[in-house]
């Protein structure tokens, strides 16, 4: 029971919006297909029927639309006379009964601006982008070989022309090929003597000493950088009203569960 009641209050925040109106997108026999149904079939699934491709929505409304032609023919064979069907319908009403009940009430539980600041003002290092760096570098086997590279750079007048050419030669790093390249990353991603290195780094700017690790010597030279900032509080305001809204709503559930047993008769076998 915990665990359906944990499930419905991370849900509810998606499936709330499927009490709105409901758009028809086509008809069998009458009874309409419309954009709840699709919902439906594709919860869990973690797809968005409005982003998918025409071949693929025609498909789901395809399976929506055979799916429908056979619970008509199943409802006229009169399998609601059987015994079997009469006792799942009537779990499938309670499990109904207490999804739309919760949330009607999730829907009840407001973020108010003043909890949404205070929130961000305590949580601020969870909004927080990190460092990112943007680089280049040549991995040698030696020191000596190491400083050698660093000083043909100095007198390179196109510093990363030259860089990239040296790295293509000399290199023995997998991104050899690529000039030395190696993306953006996070400055943590990297062997720390790398990233405390590079991080010091200014954009154009190249180790002037060779950078030593564990797979050898580097010279790194510095593409661009992206300083580690706090995301202003207009830009995660709707994340947090929507884990204050869920975080209050879980407690409401956990009062009401805990008044409901002192007052229930429980008998375990």
């Known amino acids: 029971m915990r665990k359906t009641i944990l499930s419905v209050v991370t849900a509810l925040a998606l499936t709330a919006s499927t009490l709105s ?19 439906q079939l594709l919860r869990g699934q973690n797809v968005q029927f409005e982003a998918l491709p025409k071949e693929s929505k025609d498909k789901v409304i395809q399976q929506l ?31 109904l009964a207490l999804e739309l009940w ?21 949580n601020k290092d969870k909004f927080k982008t990190p460092d ?16 050698d590279i ?48 590079a991080i010091k780094l200014k954009k154009g700017e190249y180790t002037k000493t060779p ?16 300083v580690a900032q706090t995301l202003p509080f207009e830009k995660v305001k709707a994340k947090i009203a929507q884990l204050i809204v869920q975080e209050k709503y879980g407690k409401i559930i ?7 047993k002192k007052d229930a008769k429980i008998v375990i076998k």
């Open 150 to 197: 660093i000083s043909k750079i100095d007198i390179a007048k196109n510093k990363k022309g030259s860089f990239e050419e040296l790295a293509k030669k000399f290199s023995i790093g997998p991104t050899k090929e690529k000039g030395g390249y190696l993306g953006k990353f996070q400055a943590k991603q990297m062997v720390p003597e790398f990233s405390a290195a």
């Open 21 to 39: 109106a409901a758009e028809t997108l086509a008809s069998v026999n009458g009874e309409e297909i419309t954009t709840q149904d699709v919902a």
């Open 254 to 260: 956990k009062e009401e569960v805990e008044k409901l």
């Open 65 to 95: 639309i055979e799916k429908r032609l056979l619970t008509q023919k199943a409802q006229k064979s009169g399998i609601d006379k059987d015994a079997k069907y009469k006792e799942a319908l009537g779990k499938i009403k309670e499990d």
């Open 132 to 147: 990112t760096l943007e680089a280049r570098h040549i991995l040698l086997k030696t020191e000596a070989e190491a400083k």
């Open 211 to 226: 950078v030593k690790t564990q797979f050898g010597y580097h010279v790194i030279y510095l593409e661009n950088k992206e």
């Open 102 to 122: 919760m949330q009607k009430e999730f829907v009840k539980v407001k973020a108010s601006e003043s909890e949404q600041k205070s929130f961000y003002e305590k």
